[in-house]
């Protein structure tokens, strides 16, 4: 019983609960025969008052209640008389109320009055006064603040009367999280709506931040105004308005490809829906591109994601086709790209590169003639010079140039304020040291960073705080043991900004693989992010043109952010923390995926899988229609133990897998993989014939 | 650190199936329904289903079957989603889902959307995320979801979010654990969690972790062994329970139980209830507490159940 002492009871409170007990019972069975034989007569109804009036949570009786009054309400001679009618409205009030002052936590008896009300036969003058004798024993009692809603609504009181209540209920104690909840929300209200007094949102969010600022210096370990001021922050720096920041191939490129087709990526700041070939338009020489299909690269079917992806094909039995020619995708031209917040795209703007398509090597079986990957260091080598020629692919590094075109988002106003906010911040922390001030800084210190690229101020690099902002997340794990991986995960993705922040910085992570000679992966660049202590992916944006990826020996639970990733050829995840074949869901967008090392992970080491309602399956609705495991199954393998690994793999066309060191694999398992992956050559090593 | 007393747990689940008498039994009469669930359920996570007699739960549930097709909480009261929800999932564990009309129960359940996507409880019209979360979940066990307009309803969820992340009952209601399980549970079994800001709601949600290591359902409330249900369920679905501090929580609920007679309580030294016991028993099993049947954190049955209903045998 939700805080009642645990104690035996003494014979004495034995015998009056069971006293209680059965008071309680005959009134419920009394009740129970009224209901069933309708008998809605002064007596019976007064029974129903009692019970509820001792158990408000009864529900069925509130339903006989409300039988009752719409059978009252109906006979010929009270449905006329007003005085009848507010006899019987009244006494419904007097009940929710009684009840109410019982367990002012009852759905029920809130409810009903909210039914009684909404009828419209009586004033709701006294409703706000009950409410402020509610507020004033629980100020944080939900019920109460919805009813507010509810009663604010059909009294007509405006958003900015309702906003002066939340000021008054904060001044009184700013410890009322749910003060400041209905604060933001009328807040949004007024200011979506540029109501009188609430425009320009500058000023207003402005005087927000001083409100905001009262409750956390005060207590900076009052969690009352964190949220509040996140909000804030994130009203302070959103761009509205979804932007394209990246793509493959990037702007002024020139690339060499050698396959008939080949991945056009377009990276968005934000998700977003409806990019298609009338959204988006590609020039080239080839018809073919024209009606382009584009594919969000999301794990669910929702029609939208960050990433999207088209193949543009060039048919290669053309001999000219060896000189380069020109592509150029537009975009913004027409309405049709929009964010989930029903923002559209409205940036028109374009890129161009160049593509020189070289002739195929016809391979017969591509079995045949495949070299197994080996990830061993003495195969990596660094050659700077070799970086420096024309097949560079981290030139294609470059972002997007859109500033030029694109709003300004880091205006004087959204600068001044987060460079007010942390010198206030840092002020804080120079007195007390406190995990939200440090917390808040490393966020504050991020947005800074994060405006840097669209202003064009000179010495932006030197404003760079990524140091800063890691040291602050290494502080928080020890400070806040607790809640240390929320921080990792924190840290890892500004590690991944800096590493991918530039040139310099990437070039110290790349090396040429060179395996054995003759091998047609020869001379690949690999990415090494291997033994960073990384637990999540960030800064994907800028890595679309890897084709070679090592992540292995770090923490990662989860890859989510590769699937844009559509070059990546051969992966490294080995000597993670990956708990489960669904964490490899994103790997199922990445076509061109040919060699995948997960050895030593934690797949199968769970029995709680956390990636089960972020993968595509029947749990969720969005796969399972289409699959023909039949087709796949081994005799006595069920499907339940392999379906993640079936709803993964059976749409890959991997050449090598290294699967050692899990807590699945079996026999009967890697038989299964071999009927699922029929182009698999090396399996943990050995080759298969 | 004490050890789960899965002994006592499971002989007090059942005394208090037998008690009817008392004051607390008769208080919570009209919810036997949720009860039976919340003890059943218990008992299967711990391994000791068959301790039950499955006749009788069934014949039991049947009766509480209203002519609309919805269930009451107990024979005789009248039918609602809260009871319906939990009848389809005592039938479900003991795999019987067969004796029910699923059309019947499913057109109740159907008949309960609103236009704006929203589901009521019952006819009477509360409109609550809750109802949104039940009828969703219910018409999936039962093969049904097509029943109802899918793309509105996670719409009406969608419309109750937050600016912590985290979900109310109606829009405009402020964040609460077990709205945001239900919103969570919902948008999951949709294959709707892009709709969700993850870091946003993983931050509010692991920071409803005390210094005690329990966890509270909002910001400044005291710590509850329920909460280590809707919350940590919640981190699951979202992929980031590794934000807590699993450890610590462990041991602040075997702290809640009664050593003595069996059940676990809200608080350390607070009176045991079934509820309570559910859900300590069901926060261990999310917390991979070793002996424990896993469950599964959208549908909130256990995982062998889930599959057998959506991957047959």
Known sequence: ?689 | MGELEVEKHVKYILLVEKRKDDFESVVMEHLRMNGAYWGLTTLDLLGKLETVDTEEVVSWVMKCQHESGGFGGNVGHDPHLLYTLSSVQVLALFDKINVLDTDRVSNYIAGLQNDDGSFSGDMWGEVDTRFSYIAICCLSLLHHLDKINVEKAVKYIVSCKNLDGGFGCTPGGESHAGQVFCCVGALSITGSLHHIDKDLLGWWLCERQVKSGGLNGRPEKLPDVCYSWWVLSSLIMIDRVHWIDKEKLVKFILDCQDKENGGISDRPDDAVDVYHTYFGVAGLSLLEYPGLKAIDPAYALPVDVVNRIFFGR
């Not at chain 1, 560079?392 to 140039?401: A, E, G, M, S, V």
């Open chain 1, 1 to 689: 019983m939700h805080g009642r002492p645990r104690k035996a009871p003494t014979p004495e409170e034995e015998n009056a609960s069971s006293l209680k007990a059965t008071k309680l019972r005959s009134l419920q069975s009394q009740f129970l025969q009224n209901h069933h034989s309708k008998n809605y007569t002064k007596e019976a109804l007064e029974i129903s008052a009692k019970l509820l009036e001792s158990n408000p949570e009864f529900y069925t009786a509130w339903n006989y209640r409300k039988l009752a009054v719409e059978h009252n309400l109906k006979q010929s001679e009270t449905g006329t008389d007003p005085d009848s009618i507010e006899s019987i409205i009244d006494e419904e009030l007097r009940v929710a109320e009684s009840a109410l002052r019982r367990n002012f936590k009852s759905y029920g008896a809130w409810y009903h009055r909210k039914w009684v009300l909404r009828k419209g036969h009586t004033s709701t003058d006294r409703e706000l006064q009950l409410l402020e004798a509610f507020q004033k024993r629980d100020a944080r009692n939900f019920h109460a603040w919805n009813y507010r809603r509810f009663i604010a609504a059909l009294m007509d009181r405006s958003d900015a009367e309702e906003l002066l209540y939340t000021t008054d209920m904060i001044n009184k104690n700013f410890s009322n999280y749910s003060a400041w909840h209905n604060r933001s929300v009328l807040l949004s209200h007024l200011l979506e709506k540029r109501a009188q007094g609430f425009f320009p949102k500058e000023k207003v969010l402005t005087d927000e931040y001083d409100l905001v600022h009262q409750a956390l210096f005060t207590d900076p370990d009052d969690q009352s105004g964190w949220f509040y001021h996140l909000w804030l922050l994130d009203q302070t720096v959103k761009v509205e308005t979804p932007l394209l920041i990246s793509s493959w191939p990037a702007n002024g490129v020139d690339l060499n490809v050698s396959s008939d087709s080949f991945p056009l990526i377009l990276y968005f700041s934000e998700a977003v829906e409806g990019v298609n070939s009338s959204t988006i338009s590609v020039e080239s020489a080839w018809d073919a591109n024209k009606d382009l299909f584009w594919r969000p690269l999301s794990a669910n079917n929702s029609g939208s994601a960050q990433a999207w992806v088209a193949h543009l094909d060039f048919p290669n039995e053309k001999p000219e086709s060896l000189k380069s020619f020109p592509v150029k995708v537009s975009l913004g031209h027409s309405q049709g790209i929009v964010s989930s917040n029903g923002f559209h795209y409205a940036h028109p703007s374009c890129f161009e590169f160049t593509v020189c398509v070289r002739p195929q090597n016809k391979e017969h079986d591509p079995r045949q003639s495949i070299e197994m990957i080996s990830w061993r260091d003495e195969n990596f080598h660094v050659n700077e010079t070799h970086f420096q020629v024309s097949s560079d692919p981290i030139k294609y590094f470059d972002q997007l140039k859109i500033d030029e075109n694109s709003e300004p988002t880091g205006s004087k106003w959204h600068l001044k304020t987060i460079a007010n906010e942390i010198a206030l911040f840092r002020e804080l922390l120079s007195e007390i040291n406190c995990k939200i001030g440090k917390l808040t800084l490393a966020r504050l210190l991020t947005a800074h960073d994060a405006m840097m690229p669209y202003t064009k101020s000179p010495d932006a690099y030197e404003m760079i705080h990524f140091e800063e902002v890691l040291e602050l997340y290494s502080n928080l794990m020890k400070l806040d043991p607790a809640h240390s991986r929320y921080y990792k995960d924190e840290y890892s993705l500004v590690l991944f900004q800096q590493v991918a922040s530039s040139r310099e910085s990437l070039l110290k992570h790349c090396f040429l693989y060179g395996g054995s000679t003759g091998s047609s992966i020869n001379n690949y660049i690999c990415l090494r992010l291997n033994n960073l202590s990384l637990s999540r992916i960030g800064s994907v944006q800028k890595l679309l043109w890897v084709q070679m990826l090592d992540l292995s020996h770090n923490e990662l639970q989860s890859i989510e952010g590769l699937e844009a990733m559509q070059l990546l050829s051969c992966l490294n995840l080995s000597n993670n923390k990956l708990g489960s074949f669904t964490a490899l869901e994103p790997l199922r967008l990445l076509k061109s995926l040919k060699v995948l090392d997960i050895s030593y992970n934690e797949i199968g080491a769970h029995s709680v899988d956390t990636r089960r309602y972020l993968c595509s399956s029947p749990l969720s609705h969005t796969a399972g229609s289409d699959w023909n495991f039949d087709e796949f199954a081994v005799s006595g393998v069920k499907v339940t133990n392999y379906w993640e690994a079936f709803s993964i793999f059976k749409g890959l066309n991997l050449t090598q897998l290294d699967i050692v060191g899990n807590a699945i694999p079996d026999e009967k398992f890697k038989l299964f993989l071999f009927r699922l992956l029929p182009s698999l050559k090396w399996l943990d090593g050995e080759e298969l014939h």
